[in-house]
């Protein structure tokens, strides 16, 4: 069973400045890898994918890039809004298995 | 619009089993495309999956849950459901249901709400 880790497990960041997160597998797992943002209270959203592809409507200020077993999320110019719980998530070809990393939680500096 | 609407008890009692429904509106579940995936988050701590059903009725379930789940697929309500046996309070979580895109990528890009579940006597 692939396992997945992140860190750091809280950075603080002060607006306008730039957040960079890492995710790492315990095997490869190519670049199927994704990554969401959480708020206090509400459903994960889908950010990036295949490693570095961002989903519909997702700012381009939000990029992903990695593969194998170390993926990086970055946020440029973090704005208010972005304050929140990163996870990522790793999927199995076949069978479609999937694994979430424990999470970073990015906060106001 | 599209939406994912989860519901079910929100209290259920130790050794019991968990059912909850997710309902898809919108769109037909029925779509070869998509699969249909249950997630869940313990207060507090992070996601874990559960499992994923294809319109189909195959299913794939996380291996350490995978004695207790059943999920499964009702087309014409365009609804897929979520059954976990033996419950303790360890399965105490926000359960979201979700749509998975698959393909190249597979990754879940729809969600629902989600909803609480307490174990509890």
């Known amino acids: 069973e692939i396992e997945m880790t992140q860190s750091p497990v809280t950075l603080s960041v002060s607006p306008g400045e730039r957040a960079t997160l890492s995710c790492r597998a315990s095997q490869s797992v190519s670049s199927n890898l994704a990554w969401y943002q959480q708020k206090p209270g509400q459903a994960p959203r889908l950010l990036i994918y295949g490693a570095s592809t961002r989903a519909t409507g997702i700012p381009a200020r939000f990029s992903g890039s990695g593969s194998g077993t170390e993926f990086t999320l970055t946020i440029n110019s973090l704005r208010s809004e972005d304050f929140a719980v990163y996870y990522c998530q790793q999927y199995n070809r076949w069978p479609p298995l999937f694994t979430f990393g424990p999470g970073t939680k990015v906060d106001i500096k | 619009q599209l939406q994912l609407q989860e519901s079910g008890p929100g209290l259920v009692k130790p050794s019991e089993t968990l059912s909850l429904t997710c309902t898809f509106s919108g769109a037909s579940i029925s779509s070869s495309s998509y699969y249909w995936g249950w997630i869940r988050q313990p207060p507090g701590k992070g996601l874990e999956w559960i499992g994923n059903?294809?319109?189909?009725?195959?299913?794939y379930y996380n291996p350490s849950l995978k004695s207790r789940v059943t999920i499964s697929l009702d087309t014409s309500r365009n609804e897929f459901s979520l059954n976990l046996t033996s419950v303790t309070a360890a399965d105490t979580a926000v359960y979201y249901c979700?749509?998975?895109?698959?393909?190249?990528?597979?990754?879940?890009?729809?969600w629902g709400r989600g909803t609480l579940v307490i174990v509890s006597s």
């Open positions: 979700a749509r998975v895109d698959y393909g190249v990528n597979w990754y879940f890009d729809l």
């Open positions: 059903v294809y319109y189909s009725g195959s299913t």
